[in-house]
């Protein structure tokens, strides 16, 4: 491992949650995204000079729910075979990986740095979950209409109501990740320099199905971009031994705590 005017290389896992791609009450259009991401890629300009290389996770929250709805209305409309859970994340981790190069390429200041954008599957320990399990929001507050919400318990959709009952959100379960699948491709991309989009929407979540003899199952969860992207700063402080590795969670929050003793 080389070093930097003496100093440990430091690298980096930038963390942009799905709240920064889509600002609460604005419509979900491509345009309304891009111009949310162009901030936040604007952000961006000083980790190139502070970090030798680092990965850029984000979120997807509200557009993977926002597509599981496109999925649907398109299903009872047209009769086109509505897509899952992970099959969403798949679709916005490309999606938004594609609109984070189109910025990055268009930023004056990042446009001749070398970014890759790597679909990423994510392993989780289990795919059986019980009802307290579904925690995780995914999609916009929708008005509750009763009729509508009976129809969603049918098709075994959970959600969550708001306190005056008047708006739900679905919810869906979000279990711990333990494994990146393409971790090492990741990792020396980052250690080459380049900035690599990874772990979107926390990864496409799979799971090892070994009692049938299958390996690599997806599963219909959302795994938490916090946690995956704190998985991939503790597998590459490993892998870039005689480095450091920073881990930079932006969010719209001013503060946080940095634990639950409060």
Avoid at 93 to 116: F, Y
Wanted: with cysteine.
């Amino acid at each position: 491992m080389t070093y930097l005017d003496g100093m440990e290389q430091k690298f980096g896992v930038i963390a942009l949650g799905g709240n920064a791609i889509l600002q609460r009450g604005k419509p979900a259009t491509p345009d309304n995204q891009m111009a949310a991401l162009r901030t936040a890629i604007d952000k961006l300009s000083p980790a190139l000079s502070r970090y030798a290389g680092f990965a850029l996770t984000h979120g997807n929250g509200p557009q993977v729910g926002i597509d599981l709805i496109r999925s649907y209305q398109a299903h009872i409309h047209a009769g086109i075979a509505e897509l899952g859970l992970a099959d969403c994340v798949a679709n916005t981790q490309g999606r938004l990986g594609h609109w984070i190069v189109c910025e990055m390429k268009n930023h004056p200041e990042l446009s001749d740095t070398d970014v890759a954008n790597i679909i990423t599957h994510v392993y989780v320990s289990k795919n059986d979950f019980s009802d307290n399990e579904y925690v995780k929001r995914v999609g916009p507050w929708l008005p509750a209409d009763p009729e509508k919400l009976e129809e969603m318990k049918a098709r075994g959709v959970r959600f969550l109501l708001s306190d005056d009952k008047s708006e739900f959100i679905r919810v869906v379960p979000s279990p711990e990740p333990y494994k990146i699948e393409e971790f090492k491709h990741i990792a020396r991309l980052v250690s080459a320099g380049v900035v690599t989009i990874c772990c979107g929407g926390g990864g496409i979540p799979v799971f090892e199905e070994k009692d049938h003899g299958r390996k690599f199952e997806q599963v219909d969860v959302v795994i938490d971009k916090d946690l995956a992207s704190s998985l991939l700063a503790r597998d590459l402080l490993s892998y870039l031994d005689g480095a450091d590795v920073e881990l930079v969670i932006l969010m719209e929050t001013k503060g946080l705590y940095r634990d639950k003793s409060f």
